[in-house]
């Protein structure tokens, strides 16, 4: 199955996809929208040019798995690019993932413009892997 994975910004949306063998994932770009609306409906318009059969949008909880503010707007977002897309959208747990993308740039000496241009892609890729990583260890468990 084709999985479309999403970091969900303010500014910029990073993009993730998966094979149909569910093997790999990969950066597909990034988004720069500042609308809500306006990149939800073009998160879905990607997803679907993208084949993809389910979406993922990270969803930020906080460090002690309680939902802020962040984490409600990004239940929003999967909500609105849900209904655009008519695909099931399922929010997966993103904590440190934007984090992790940074540590990964640093290693690969990404810098400035480049790495400004990458790290919400990386995320996503990251979000993706996860969720790829539970679907092959719960073949039989929906997600949570």
Same mark, same amino acid.
């Given at each position: 199955m084709i999985l479309f994975a999403v970091d969900f910004g303010d500014t910029r949306t990073g993009y993730a996809v998966c094979d149909k063998m569910e093997m790999m994932a990969s950066p597909a770009g990034v988004l720069t929208e500042r609308r809500f609306d306006v990149c939800a409906e073009k998160t879905a318009q990607a997803a679907l040019a993208a084949h993809a059969e389910e979406i993922v949008v990270g969803h930020p909880k906080n460090m002690d798995g309680s939902c802020g503010d962040r984490a409600q707007k990004c239940e929003e977002f999967a909500r609105l690019v849900g209904e655009a897309s008519g695909l099931p959208v399922t929010l997966w747990d993103e904590r440190c993932t934007t984090v992790s993308a940074h540590q990964i740039l640093n290693t690969t000496n990404t810098r400035g413009k480049k790495r400004k241009a +990458? &790290? #919400? *892609? +990386? *995320?996503? &890729?990251?979000?993706?892997?996860?969720?790829?990583?539970?679907? !092959?260890?719960? !073949?039989? #468990?929906a997600a949570d």
């Open positions: +990458v &790290v #919400d *892609a +990386v *995320a996503a &890729v990251l979000i993706l892997e996860s969720y790829l990583g539970y679907r !092959k260890n719960h !073949k039989n #468990d």
